[in-house]
């Protein structure tokens, strides 16, 4: 029988180290190249993504709940579009944002729309070249004061401190407009602050002012806050027979609405108030693609907002069209036409 022979470990051809770390350093590099590759790409893709953003009003009413849930409707609905809703003073300061570019929908009460449309808008003499979407939502005028102030109506105002709404806001607007059906003016009051909603109430909750005007949907989460706290049973002052000398000076932007009795705690009978119609807008010069996918987006998810205001429920095909006093962008004439819907002829 042979012996076995003995073979001991192979010893490496020469510069087979050399040629094994050159390989491993080469899919390295490759590895790098795609990572760096990728990256690129998904920069690429995020800076073409489409950055919309909403003009809103502030925390305390119902624009920018509703307006933070037309972003996220957009945002997750349209591709490559991301959209952010921008707490503002609401509608004065929506239609400036509007004419600057610097936001591309606005929310806004019609009053407001018509005069920036007619360059008469408060600090801007010039016409903006603003466009409906849709109408939105019923929008009432609140005069909040507390029981035992005395105040009973408007004209229980004179010698009163009292808030008429934000700087650059469609509610101060409209507050010196009913006041001025009434014969008041800002000089009749003992002072005249300008306060958004939730600013309004917590003055009015600590005693610093005797009365609010508020312009908002129902129910609007300050005057809730307001009505819930104990001590402070709120009155609503009705002012309905204001809306005829409203309507014979500004047009018929106008209406007479009843805030409803249970609305709001304490709030035990219906009260006729000054209601207009609220409105998505965005600037002329926005693409005719662009304005209908929006359109159609918006008013095919409506439950998804009345999810997040109430005053979204009032949303569908049929009223979106009645109540704007301006022209409607043709993308947004395009969807109701493809809906069958008829224009009120002073909307078209």
Request: aromatic share 8%; with cysteine; net charge positive.
């Amino acid at each position: 029988m042979k012996p076995r022979k003995f073979y001991g470990p192979r010893s490496k051809p020469a510069g087979a180290d050399r040629f094994s770390c050159s390989i491993s350093f080469l899919y390295f590099r490759i590895l790098l190249t795609l990572v760096a590759a990728i990256s690129i790409a998904d920069l690429a893709f995020a800076q073409t993504k489409t950055r919309l953003s909403i003009a809103t009003g502030g925390t305390g009413g119902v624009y920018y709940p509703l307006g933070g849930g037309m972003a996220a409707l957009i945002s997750r609905n349209i591709p490559g579009t991301e959209a952010t809703a921008e707490v503002t003073t609401a509608s004065v300061d929506n239609m400036k944002l509007i004419h600057t570019g610097r936001v591309a929908l606005a929310l806004t009460l019609p009053d407001t729309a018509w005069d920036a449309y007619n360059g008469k808008l408060k600090g801007l003499n010039e016409k903006i070249g603003v466009r409906s979407l849709m109408a939105l939502y019923t929008n009432f005028m609140h005069i909040a004061a507390l029981d035992g102030s005395g105040i009973k109506s408007v004209a229980d105002l004179r010698g009163k401190r009292v808030s008429t709404g934000a700087p650059g806001s469609g509610t101060e607007v409209k507050a010196l407009r009913v006041m001025e059906a009434y014969g008041l003016m800002p000089k009749d009051l003992q002072s005249q602050e300008r306060l958004g909603a939730g600013e309004s109430a917590g003055a009015l909750k600590d005693r610093k002012i005797d009365a609010f005007f508020w312009d908002g949907g129902l129910p609007t989460a300050a005057i809730l806050d307001l009505a819930a706290t104990p001590g402070s049973k709120v009155n609503l002052i009705p002012h309905g027979d204001a809306v005829p000398k409203m309507v014979s000076k500004y047009g018929p932007l106008y209406f007479v609405a009843n805030i409803l009795k249970g609305v709001y705690k304490g709030v035990d009978e219906d009260v006729p108030v000054a209601a207009v119609t609220n409105l998505l807008v965005v600037n002329e010069k926005m693409d005719d693609k662009q304005a209908y996918e929006l359109t159609k987006l918006i008013l095919e998810h409506t439950a998804d907002l009345v999810a997040v205001h109430k005053a979204a429920s009032e949303m569908n095909l049929k009223s979106a069209v009645v109540g704007s006093p301006i022209p409607f962008h043709p993308g947004a004439l395009r969807y109701f036409k493809e809906k069958g819907v008829q224009l009120p002829s002073q909307s078209k």
